[in-house]
């Protein structure tokens, strides 16, 4: 993305992705696993960034902290 403006990340397309193509962006084999985790839950509705907003600091943390690789 050019310099000040912002590249919306997408769930659906980090799934589309395969390890490998993730790799090369320089992750390691289990930050791609935490990853794909955090994008089918937001592929899935489990999470939601409007959701997350709406939340008290300390429920967006329970609720993130509880998913494999970020607590």
């Known amino acids: 993305a050019a310099q000040g403006r912002m590249t919306k990340i997408d769930p659906a ?18 930050k791609v696993s935490y990853l794909q985790n955090l994008s089918e839950r937001y592929v899935s509705g489990h999470l ?19 998913l494999h690789g970020i607590g």
């Open 13 to 30: 397309k980090i799934l589309a992705l395969n390890t490998k193509a993730l790799r090369a962006c320089g992750l390691s084999e289990r």
């Open 48 to 66: 939601n960034g409007q959701k997350l907003a709406r939340m008290q600091d300390a429920e967006v943390k329970k609720t993130l902290v509880a």
